[in-house]
């Protein structure tokens, strides 16, 4: 059975007009976003939105809730990897279908809670090493591991150590938007710091849009806006 990383080897030297670099936005609003879980066995059905949300470059949005309330769904509609059961998504004033489809999946820089790493980076062209060496060191990854002939040596690492590489995946793609979830919920408290206090501020500054899902209430003053999912239903929160 060929598995994923030969199914990306083959896939890295197609080249496509989906490949094109991302393009940049002004705006991009969902206006009803919703999606539904059918009931399977003994499982209820379960439905995620409706969902209304505006981002523009160069703001955090964090989004809260409690395990299981519909916060990685929304963030999996946002991305393109979920087709939208209702509502509708438009960048700068333009409709998109229900499957936006690889060219607005390629704006997007994710690390997601199930972090999935690969040795080759699949999707970057023209990666400067001492850039990665630079990131390896800030990250506290040096002494694990290496970028050597366009490959990490190893991603054979702890959990911790396995968001961080991701981080680092993240940005060396230089997206227009960047999603995490739970990104800081398995680092030290060194990490935790540095991710909100100085790699969200950092993004921000190069007018990326961020939007993080947290439950770190210490660190909620790090974000422009914040908004709340409770059975499936997202609610802006007040500052």
């Known amino acids: 059975m060929i598995d994923l990383a030969d199914r990306l080897e083959g896939l890295a030297d197609q080249r496509t007009e989906a490949s094109t670099p991302p393009q940049p936005f002004a705006s991009l609003a969902l206006r009803g976003v919703s999606y539904r879980y059918e009931p399977r066995d003994d499982r209820a059905g379960f439905a995620v939105g409706p969902c209304d949300l505006e981002l523009v470059p160069g703001e955090v949005v964090f989004v809260t809730g409690a395990n299981g309330s519909g916060k990685s769904t929304f963030i999996k509609l946002l991305c393109g990897l979920y087709r939208r059961h209702g509502g509708e998504l438009r960048v700068d004033g333009e409709a998109l279908p229900a499957d936006p489809g690889p060219a607005w999946r390629s704006r997007f820089a994710a690390v997601f809670a199930e972090v999935a790493l690969f040795e080759r980076l699949y999707g970057i062209e023209d990666v400067d090493p001492a850039r990665v060496a630079a990131l390896l060191e800030e990250m506290e990854l040096g002494h694990k591991v290496r970028f050597e002939d366009g490959r990490f040596t190893t991603v054979d690492l702890s959990t911790g150590q396995r968001k961080r590489l ?74």
Request: glycine share 4%; aromatic share 12%.
């Open 166 to 239: 991701a981080l680092i995946v993240a940005l060396l793609a230089d997206r227009p938007i960047y999603v995490f979830d739970e990104w800081a919920a398995d680092q030290d408290p060194h990490f935790r710091e540095a991710f909100y206090r100085r790699i969200l501020p950092s993004l921000r500054a190069r007018g990326k849009t961020v939007v993080a899902v947290t439950h770190d209430d210490d660190a909620f003053d790090a974000c422009d806006r914040r908004f709340h999912f409770h059975g499936g239903r997202m609610e802006p929160v007040c500052a």
